[in-house]
């Protein structure tokens, strides 16, 4: 050997000669089954291709392949190991000069097949799977990077390459504690084939370019697919782990975009199956995010999105065509269930790791889907259409509800822009209780940013809230700014709402929590002073009961006033104020414990039927609270004032049933002058003279816009003479107006010493120099 290769080395010509004897020799030896001969050849062959470096290697490299293809295509498993050995040596090679012939379409084909054994003996099956295995990786590395070598990315290569990676990785058991790193596996580990596969898919997904990650991707999918291995969903949430922390971070949200495009296309699949894919997405999603994620945000919400849209209606349907006939597949109503609960679950794992902004442009994204009549949305009639539309909208609701938690935005102008509040507001009042309370606990979750609102699950009377911890901050600027905003609108919808029959404990909870987060959150003097009002308006309505509660509602009206009153005045820290709220709650200890929560919101709530008796010392009184307030600096005459909901157009257009109902509408006017006062203007009632003069205006209107037309028809057809004589007459005018003022403004002024006699007879005005003039010291000029 030591002879041949100084020989090759001085003789670099004969090289390719020498190759070709030896290939000679070697298929003859294989042939009669002279395997010690073939192992001279293939060493022979190893050594002279690790020494020799010059350019004419190319044609030994021919016969060398050669000789590997031979081995590999016979049937002893020490042979196909042999040439798989001497493959892997020559792709370690970098050689000098490039082939633009060379093919190894075959190599990656019997790899592949080598990969795939089924030998009867384990240990020989074993060993022709980590030769096969070892074999790909081989070609991977001798023609990834060369892009004159042929493109190993090719649909045709990468469909056999992949699954027979995948085919090794999936035969192995899974544990708990394994990681996907191969850094932290045993040396046994590393020698089966499972691990081997591991690394070699790691490697050939780490060198994968922009352009080639779909091809990499697909025969992923469609390996998962064939083998239905999305309904377990452990080893395809393991293969997408792999190739996540693989591939580059910038072509992440490729491999999203892939998953998304495969949740489509098998949206007519049984529910298992895309809740597999949906796990799957939620897993690379989040790994995706910490790297780039690019322009697929919105498109990965409006994906599940229409996939919840789509599930509802195989639920309502019972088929996923539309129709139910003989072959089609029964729809499974629970595993329907677990699908949808699986995309909302995805939608919030994956909205945590966004930022900011991009989880604020998503919760509009998702409000802006959800069927609202009140906002000219498509709402479906018919009870199939009213069944869907509440089903999406709980559905959605849900989504937004989990991407709202744990959301922390310090501008609340940003966090609820007037767009979306409207439209979630909307929603505040629906008659469908479930709905409701959702919108509740998506505000909820909006307004508590210092994490206070588990402290406020249970509605209590402390004689000491410092029990509670409060994380009390502050009220910014901005807090402020949109309290100005919105403030009004929300104690509505909190009014409003106390109002429903339909509500359980569960919608007075959130109700209490809502009135003490924006206490703690965003309060200053004034918002105090206004959800106080609130809160004895609510008690109000539960006294008077025009609205003809039930007694359990109006109950937990006063319990729920009691509550937040005794959290309110500590939180004020007013001695007065905590006093006559404290002799309140103790009374009603004492005679009417049914006005208290620690009666009310339980399992078996104690009520009383005498609610229509009720004495004034269970009542909180507002003159006695802008009494004992207004000493302390508080707005006392605000105070005063009953609170009264404005009265919107949303309202107004509601209560409109028929044409005479219209007519005899009555128009209130909220006063805007005193934000201070909440006086209401009179009704004004529309007669026929109102609608007389209405119509008057209308017609002023209309001569004033063919006056404008009339105008604009003589420029655009008249003849050039006539525009410009017309022109020429206004601007005469203007000039002899300009003289005149002119005129009036230079006249010099009468001399102080009056007139004087000139020339002529003629009396004429002695005019001073402008800077040699007096003027009053007032006067500016």
Request: charge should be negative; proline fraction near 4%; hydrophobic fraction near 40%.
């Amino acid at each position: 050997m030591e002879k041949l290769t100084f020989y090759a080395l001085s003789a670099p010509e004969k090289l390719d000669r020498i190759g070709a004897y030896l290939s000679e020799r070697l298929i003859r030896d294989v042939g009669r089954h002279r395997y010690g001969y073939v192992c001279i050849a293939m060493e022979a062959l190893d050594q002279l291709l690790m020494a020799c470096h010059c350019q004419s290697i190319n044609l030994f490299v021919e016969s060398f392949l050669k000789m590997v293809a031979k081995l590999l295509e016979s049937e002893k498993p020490n042979l196909q190991i042999l040439g798989t050995n001497s493959f892997v040596k020559f792709a370690n090679i970098e050689e000098d000069t490039p082939s633009y012939h060379r093919s190894y379409d075959f190599f990656v084909s019997r790899f592949s097949e080598m990969c795939h054994s089924s030998h009867d003996d384990l240990e020989i099956k074993t060993k022709i799977r980590m030769s096969g295995i070892k074999g790909l990786q081989g070609v991977v590395r001798k023609t990834v990077n060369d892009e004159l070598q042929a493109n190993i990315w090719d649909p045709q290569h990468m469909d056999k390459i992949v699954p027979s990676l995948l085919f090794n990785l999936q035969h192995v058991e899974e544990s708990e504690s394994r990681s996907p790193s191969p850094l932290q596996a045993t040396e046994k580990e590393k020698e089966s084939p499972a691990e081997l596969a591991e690394r070699c898919l790691r490697e050939l997904l780490g060198r994968a370019a922009y352009g080639n990650i779909k091809n990499a991707i697909k025969p992923v999918l469609i390996h998962l697919d064939n083998h239905s291995l999305w309904e377990p969903k452990v080893f395809a949430i393991r293969c997408f782990k792999i190739i996540m922390y693989s591939i580059q971070p910038q072509h992440s949200h490729l491999v999203i975009q892939q998953l998304l495009s495969h949740l489509d296309a098998n949206s007519r699949s049984a529910a298992t199956i895309r809740a597999g894919i949906v796990e799957v997405l939620a897993e690379a999603a989040v790994i995706a995010a910490t790297g780039s994620v690019g322009p697929t945000v919105l498109e990965m919400f409006n994906t599940l999105l229409r996939q919840l849209r789509l599930s509802i209606d195989y639920i309502l349907t019972g088929s996923y065509d539309g129709t139910i006939s003989v072959g089609s597949k029964i729809i499974k109503e629970h595993e329907e269930r677990m699908f949808q609960e699986a995309v909302i679950k995805t939608t919030g794992s994956f909205a945590s790791i966004l930022p900011t902004y991009q989880r604020s442009e998503v919760m509009l994204f998702i409000m802006s889907k959800v069927p609202l009549p009140s906002l000219q949305h498509s709402i479906e009639t018919g009870k199939t259409g009213e069944n869907r539309n509440r089903l999406t909208q709980i559905m959605l609701l849900k989504s937004l509800l989990q991407v709202s938690t744990g959301f922390q935005c310090s501008n609340m102008l940003t966090a609820l822009p007037s767009s979306f509040l409207d439209r979630l507001l909307s929603s505040v009042l629906m008659e469908d209780a479930e709905i409701r309370l959702f919108v509740l606990e998506i505000l909820i979750s909006f307004i508590d940013r210092h994490g206070n609102r588990h402290k406020f699950s249970t509605i209590s009377t402390l004689s000491d809230i410092s029990v509670l911890k409060l994380k009390v901050d502050k009220c910014s600027r901005q807090d402020t700014v949109f309290m100005k905003k919105h403030s009004q609108q929300l104690y509505r919808h909190i009014y409003m709402s106390c109002k429903l029959e339909n509500n359980v404990q569960k919608h007075y909870e959130a109700l209490y929590s809502m009135l003490a987060l924006i206490s703690i959150e965003l309060a200053n003097e004034e918002v105090v002073v206004d959800l106080i009002r609130l809160v004895l308006a609510v008690q109000e309505m539960a006294h008077i009961n025009e609205e003809n509660l039930p007694v359990y509602n109006r109950c937990a009206l006063y319990a729920l006033g009691a509550a937040y009153l005794n959290l309110i005045s500590q939180l004020t820290a007013v001695p007065a104020f905590c006093q006559h709220i404290h002799e309140v709650i103790e009374t009603r200890q004492k005679e009417a414990p049914y006005l208290l929560p620690e009666d009310v919101f339980v399992e078996s709530p104690r009520l009383s039927q005498s609610l229509d008796q009720m004495v004034i010392e269970f009542l909180f009184r507002q003159s006695k609270i802008s009494e004992v307030l207004g000493g302390s600096g508080y707005n006392s005459d605000r105070l005063c004032t009953p609170y009264i909901p404005q009265l919107t157009d949303e309202d107004r257009l509601s209560k409109r049933k028929s044409i005479g109902e219209t007519i005899s509408l009555q128009v209130e006017v909220e006063s805007r002058n005193s934000p201070e006062k909440e006086e209401r203007v009179p009704a004004e009632e529309i007669t026929y003279e109102t609608l007389k003069k209405a119509i008057g205006k209308l017609g002023l209107e209309e001569q004033e816009r063919e006056r404008r037309r009339q105008v604009v028809e003589k420029f655009q057809k008249a003849p050039f003479e006539e525009i410009a004589a017309h022109c020429g007459a206004r601007a005469s005018l203007l000039q002899s107006k300009l003289n005149q003022i002119f005129e009036i403004t230079i006249r010099p002024p009468p001399s102080p010493s009056g007139t004087i006699t000139a020339a002529y007879g003629q009396p004429q005005n002695h005019s001073i120099p402008v800077y040699e003039m007096k003027f009053p010291d007032l006067c500016v000029y």
